[in-house]
C-alpha cells in the first residue's frame, strides 16, 4: 500500500469526523484563531477552529459570518465554558450551523451539552486524565483532545507521551486528537499508531503567513528555540497561579517580582489576600493582545507551545499541512524500504 493510502488509513476515523482531507485540527489561539487563519486551514484540508475567548454573543456571530465568507470547508468554534453568556455562544453557532464545537476552559455543563447535541452539532472535549475521558464518553461527548503540558497558553501539568499512553490504549468509543509539542508529522504518525485519530497543532500555524499576528511577534517565534517556551512560574503555593506557557521575557521576569511584592504587600497588612491574588490575576489582562497584535513582545504575553522551536520561516498554512503530510509519508515510505 502506498504511504499515502497507508497514512489515509491510519487518520481515516478522525478525518470522517472532522470531514476534512487532513485529521489536522487547529488550536484555538485567542487573538490569532480568527477568520483569516481558521480559513487557511480549513481551506488546505485541515479543520480551523475559532477561538471565541472572551467575546459577546454579537461578536462571534460576525466572526463566523466572516470565516463563513473566506472558505466552504469545515470549521469549528472553542468556546470557554467559564464565560458567562455560554449557552447564547452555543445558539449563535446554532444559528450558522456550526458543525463541531469545541469546549474548553473546564468541565462542560451538561445543558451546555445537550443543547449543542440537540442542535446536531458534534461536541469535542479537552480531557486531562483517563477517568475524566470515560467521564466524557459516558456523557456522549463525541471526541476528545488529550493536551500535554508541551503546549503552549494555559496547561496542565502531564506530558503528551504520558497522557498518550494513559488514554489512548483505554478510550476506543470516540475518536481522539493529540495536542502539545507536535511540529513534524513523524511525531504525529507514532500517536495515530497508538490509536489517536488525529492531532491538534497551534504553534505552528502562529507564525504562518495567513496568520494576522504582528510581525514582531512572528519573529519572536522564528528566532526562539523550545527552552525558550517556559510555564510562569508560581512563587508561593498559597498564591495559586495557572501555569501559562510562552517565551520568557521581561513580562515574565515583571510577573515574578510583581507576585513578591504582592505577597509581601499581604504580609504587611497592607491588602487582604484575595485582593493580591486578584490583582496577581489580572497582571497579564490585555498582554496577550499586547503581543499578538500590538507587537510589545517583550512586555506582553508571548504564548508558544514547545515546538516553537520548529518554527524557522514564516510559511503558509498550506506549506505547513504538506510538509507534516510529507514528513509522515517519508517515514513510511521509509519503514517500507527497511523490510
Same mark, same amino acid.
Given at each position: 500500500?502506498?504511504?499515502?493510502?497507508?497514512?489515509?488509513?491510519?487518520?481515516?476515523?478522525?478525518?470522517?469526523?472532522?470531514?476534512?482531507?487532513?485529521?489536522?485540527?487547529?488550536?484555538?489561539?485567542?487573538?490569532?484563531?480568527?477568520?483569516?487563519?481558521?480559513?487557511?486551514?480549513?481551506?488546505?484540508?485541515?479543520?480551523?477552529?475559532?477561538?471565541?475567548?472572551?467575546?459577546?454573543?454579537?461578536?462571534?456571530?460576525?466572526?463566523?459570518?466572516?470565516?463563513?465568507?473566506?472558505?466552504?470547508?469545515?470549521?469549528?468554534?472553542?468556546?470557554?465554558?467559564?464565560?458567562?453568556?455560554?449557552?447564547?455562544?452555543? !445558539?449563535?453557532?446554532?444559528?450558522?450551523? &456550526? $458543525?463541531?464545537? *469545541? #469546549? =474548553?476552559?473546564? /468541565?462542560? %455543563?451538561?445543558?451546555?451539552?445537550?443543547?449543542?447535541?440537540?442542535?446536531?452539532?458534534?461536541?469535542?472535549?479537552?480531557?486531562?486524565?483517563?477517568?475524566?475521558?470515560?467521564?466524557?464518553?459516558?456523557?456522549?461527548?463525541?471526541?476528545?483532545?488529550?493536551?500535554?503540558?508541551? !503546549?503552549?497558553?494555559?496547561?496542565?501539568? &502531564? $506530558?503528551?507521551? *504520558? #497522557? =498518550?499512553?494513559? /488514554?489512548? %490504549?483505554?478510550?476506543?468509543?470516540?475518536?481522539?486528537?493529540?495536542?502539545?509539542?507536535?511540529?513534524?508529522?513523524?511525531?504525529?504518525?507514532?500517536?495515530?499508531?497508538?490509536?489517536?485519530?488525529?492531532?491538534?497543532?497551534?504553534?505552528?500555524?502562529?507564525?504562518?503567513?495567513?496568520?494576522?499576528?504582528?510581525?514582531?511577534?512572528?519573529?519572536?517565534?522564528?528566532? =526562539?528555540?523550545?527552552?525558550?517556551?517556559?510555564?510562569?512560574?508560581?512563587?508561593?503555593?498559597?498564591?495559586?497561579?495557572?501555569?501559562?506557557?510562552?517565551?520568557?521575557?521581561?513580562?515574565?521576569?515583571?510577573?515574578?517580582?510583581?507576585?513578591?511584592?504582592?505577597?509581601?504587600?499581604?504580609?504587611?497588612?497592607?491588602?487582604?489576600?484575595?485582593?493580591?491574588?486578584?490583582?496577581?490575576?489580572?497582571?497579564?489582562?490585555?498582554?496577550?493582545?499586547?503581543?499578538?497584535?500590538?507587537?510589545?513582545?517583550?512586555?506582553?504575553?508571548?504564548?508558544?507551545?514547545?515546538?516553537?522551536?520548529?518554527?524557522?520561516?514564516?510559511?503558509?498554512?498550506?506549506?505547513?499541512?504538506?510538509?507534516?503530510?510529507?514528513?509522515?509519508?517519508?517515514?513510511?515510505?521509509?519503514?517500507?524500504?527497511?523490510?
Amino acid at each position: 500500500m502506498p504511504p499515502r493510502q497507508r497514512l489515509d488509513v491510519l487518520w481515516s476515523r478522525g478525518t470522517a469526523f472532522l470531514g476534512t482531507e487532513y485529521a489536522i485540527l487547529g488550536g484555538a489561539m485567542s487573538w490569532v484563531s480568527e477568520r483569516n487563519l481558521v480559513a487557511a486551514i480549513s481551506n488546505a484540508g485541515g479543520f480551523g477552529v475559532i477561538a471565541c475567548g472572551s467575546m459577546p454573543p454579537a461578536l462571534l456571530d460576525a466572526e463566523i459570518a466572516a470565516t463563513k465568507a473566506l472558505t466552504s470547508k469545515p470549521f469549528g468554534v472553542n468556546l470557554i465554558t467559564m464565560h458567562p453568556q455560554l449557552m447564547e455562544l452555543i !445558539a449563535v453557532c446554532q444559528s450558522h450551523q &456550526v $458543525s463541531h464545537i *469545541v #469546549l =474548553a476552559g473546564g /468541565i462542560p %455543563p451538561g445543558p451546555a451539552v445537550k443543547a449543542i447535541k440537540d442542535g446536531s452539532a458534534k461536541v469535542v472535549c479537552f480531557a486531562p486524565a483517563l477517568v475524566l475521558a470515560k467521564r466524557f464518553v459516558r456523557t456522549g461527548v463525541d471526541a476528545l483532545v488529550i493536551e500535554g503540558s508541551e !503546549a503552549g497558553g494555559h496547561i496542565g501539568p &502531564v $506530558s503528551l507521551t *504520558v #497522557l =498518550a499512553q494513559e /488514554i489512548l %490504549p483505554f478510550i476506543k468509543e470516540i475518536p481522539i486528537f493529540v495536542a502539545g509539542g507536535l511540529g513534524r508529522g513523524e511525531a504525529i504518525l507514532s500517536y495515530l499508531e497508538m490509536g489517536a485519530s488525529g492531532a491538534q497543532l497551534g504553534t505552528r500555524f502562529a507564525a504562518t503567513k495567513e496568520s494576522i499576528a504582528h510581525p514582531n511577534f512572528k519573529k519572536a517565534f522564528i528566532s =526562539a528555540n523550545a527552552r525558550n517556551a517556559q510555564p510562569s512560574v508560581q512563587v508561593d503555593e498559597s498564591f495559586p497561579v495557572i501555569p501559562v506557557r510562552g517565551l520568557v521575557n521581561e513580562g515574565t521576569k515583571r510577573f515574578l517580582a510583581y507576585q513578591v511584592e504582592m505577597i509581601a504587600s499581604v504580609n504587611a497588612g497592607e491588602r487582604t489576600k484575595e485582593e493580591a491574588q486578584l490583582q496577581i490575576e489580572h497582571f497579564w489582562a490585555g498582554a496577550l493582545r499586547r503581543a499578538v497584535i500590538d507587537g510589545d513582545v517583550e512586555n506582553g504575553s508571548v504564548m508558544a507551545g514547545q515546538s516553537v522551536g520548529m518554527v524557522t520561516s514564516e510559511q503558509s498554512v498550506a506549506e505547513v499541512i504538506a510538509e507534516i503530510v510529507g514528513q509522515a509519508e517519508a517515514a513510511l515510505e521509509g519503514r517500507t524500504a527497511s523490510n
